[in-house]
């Protein structure tokens, strides 16, 4: 099953709008990592945050983690229509190296 | 600035073929993943290999599936015998040799592979 699982599963909204992605796991985590995939193409990361932090900025970016609750949650403010694309959130297993994906979020951002 | 190379791109193969996907790491990187993709899924982990070793292949198929990383030249990702059921994205990602835990993985623009 998988260890991630995103909400919503897809996401309209308007140039300037903010865009909230939620994502829930079950296993104990060395990190939680956002990544981004346009159509067609393969993942591009962008930001990382550890089991021992509770937020994290880049840019229009901000991550939170909720090790409690197991969950996360991506933030990308001011949003473009260069934006659109899908974002999948990954935890790495502790004590591993494996990623395990969730199911994803499709942005639409218009014009 | 070359970034993970897979090829191909795209690979189409009648039933009862075989198929071979390539991936050739970032430069200094030792360490090579490899994902399945459905449509509209999500990545789905298949083996972590570093050079002449496969480390974890828990999520790799039983039958027909092989991976190897050689001490040189890119790394293999075999499917024998394919059905329709492996029509997928397969996606590469390495990550450097002195990796510890908390280091993001880059990924490669995948190989598209469509089962006639």
């Known amino acids: 099953s998988q260890q991630g699982e995103e909400d919503p599963q897809a996401l309209s909204i308007q140039e300037g709008e903010n865009a909230t992605m939620n994502c829930s796991y079950k296993?104990?985590?060395?990190?939680l990592q956002w990544y981004r995939q346009n159509s067609g193409r393969g993942l591009v990361h962008l930001i990382l945050?550890?089991?021992?932090?509770r937020e994290k900025h880049s840019g229009r970016l901000r991550v939170t983690l909720d090790t409690s609750k197991k969950s996360s949650s991506l933030l990308i403010t001011a949003s473009r229509a260069a934006d659109t694309a899908s974002y999948f959130c990954a935890t790495e297993v502790s004590n591993t190296d494996k990623l395990i994906f969730g199911t994803g979020t499709r942005l639409q951002v218009f014009p | 600035n070359a970034g993970v190379m897979q090829n191909p791109r795209h690979l189409v193969r009648r039933r009862g073929q075989e198929a071979r996907l390539r991936c050739s790491p970032m430069k200094g990187h030792s360490h090579v993943y490899w994902y399945r993709q459905l449509p509209e899924e999500g990545l789905k982990f298949m083996v972590y290999l570093q050079k002449e070793n496969i480390i974890d292949e828990s999520g790799m198929p039983k039958e027909r599936f092989s991976a190897e990383f050689p001490k040189e030249g890119p790394s293999i990702l075999r499917i024998q015998q394919v059905v329709r059921g492996d029509s997928a994205a397969y996606f590469c990602?390495?990550?450097?040799?002195?990796?510890?835990?908390?280091?993001?993985?880059?990924f490669g623009d995948g190989t598209r592979l469509s089962i006639l």
């Open positions: 990602a390495s990550s450097p040799a002195t990796r510890g835990y908390n280091q993001p993985q880059h």
């Open positions: 945050i550890r089991s021992n932090e």
């Open positions: 296993t104990s985590i060395n990190n």
